[in-house]
């Protein structure tokens, strides 16, 4: 069992930055790929980026790339979102989520996620 508490979003004007955190308590964190997730309102949850269990290997949606890094520090169970140069369209309710298998932009292959975290940009 794993348990993801995402922090670290907030309202920030276009063009900053804003790094999230997703801390997992639980057993073997290190030997889950993690992801993150958003949703803006009135939208589907979409994928955002993904990282292996070493943090050797990433994934990143075409609309992030360049601008959002993700991170991961097994020692203390959390993975990172660093976003830069934010947009309006930035804005969503971010989640975190843990698989067991290789990183994935599929939701679904994902068992446990956080509550989310509101990131906002304005223009």
């Known amino acids: 069992q794993l348990q993801l508490v995402e922090s670290g979003g907030g309202l920030v004007q276009a063009g900053g930055s804003l790094r999230l955190s997703c801390a997992a308590s639980?057993?073997?964190?290190?030997?889950?790929?993690m992801g993150w997730f958003r949703q803006a309102p009135g939208k589907e949850r979409e994928f955002v980026a993904a990282i292996n269990w070493s943090g050797g290997g990433t994934f990143y949606a075409n609309f992030v790339k360049g601008r959002f890094t993700i991170t991961r520090d097994n020692a203390q169970n959390t993975v990172y979102l660093q976003m830069n140069s934010l947009k309006p369209e930035d804005t969503a309710v971010y989640y975190c989520?843990?698989?067991?298998?290789?990183?994935?932009?599929?939701?679904?292959?994902?068992?446990?996620w956080g509550q989310g975290t509101q990131v906002t940009v304005s223009s």
């Open positions: 639980g057993r073997f964190f290190s030997s889950y790929a």
């Open positions: 989520a843990a698989s067991t298998t290789v990183i994935s932009s599929t939701g679904r292959d994902y068992g446990y």
